[in-house]
């Protein structure tokens, strides 16, 4: 089983990115092969709207990294995504990736995923895990409608000091239970 981490966060001492690597850390005991991808680190378009997938069976019109991303989505078994909370919401480096995960709507999207399990690590700084839950519970569905399996949606709070996790086991074993229930 191959399961890859995608840490959409920016900051070199990420929240996000420490319980990712927890995460995968936990799927590689069980066994999986694992992969983490930094999204801030590619140079990733915006969709420009232009249905260009449509016209060509899901194949996106920008030659850019997200290029990347798709390939890493399309192997994998078991996706987990870590993702900081900026103001209210996901960051726009996630925010990137959903947009362009616009062109799987144009193949046999369904068929392709409902094998592939999808999970999502977010971190906040806000100490309420429930405080902005309705609104990314919207983004996490996204990947249901395109037939992933759906697993943990984990909001790990408090964390606006960078690396504070590491002084928090629960959230730690939070993270390691994603990496294993993804499998």
Known sequence: MKVVGINTSPREVSNC???????????EAEGAETQLIDSNKLNISACQGDNYCKAHEGKCA???DMTQIYQ???????????????????NAQMKLIIDRLYSYFQSSYMEKFASKKVSFILSQGTPDPEAFKAGLEI?????KF????TVDLVVLTDNNVPGAINEKEDQLAQ??????NIL
């Open 17 to 27: 990115k420490i319980a990712l690597e927890k995460a995968l850390e936990a799927a």
């Open 62 to 64: 920008i030659d850019d």
């Open 72 to 90: 890493a989505i399309e192997e994998a078994d078991g996706i987990i995504f870590s993702i900081p909370v900026y103001f209210f919401d996901i």
């Open 139 to 143: 983004q996490f569905n996204a990947f």
């Open 146 to 149: 395109l037939g992933f399996q």
């Open 175 to 180: 993270a390691a239970e994603v990496g294993k």
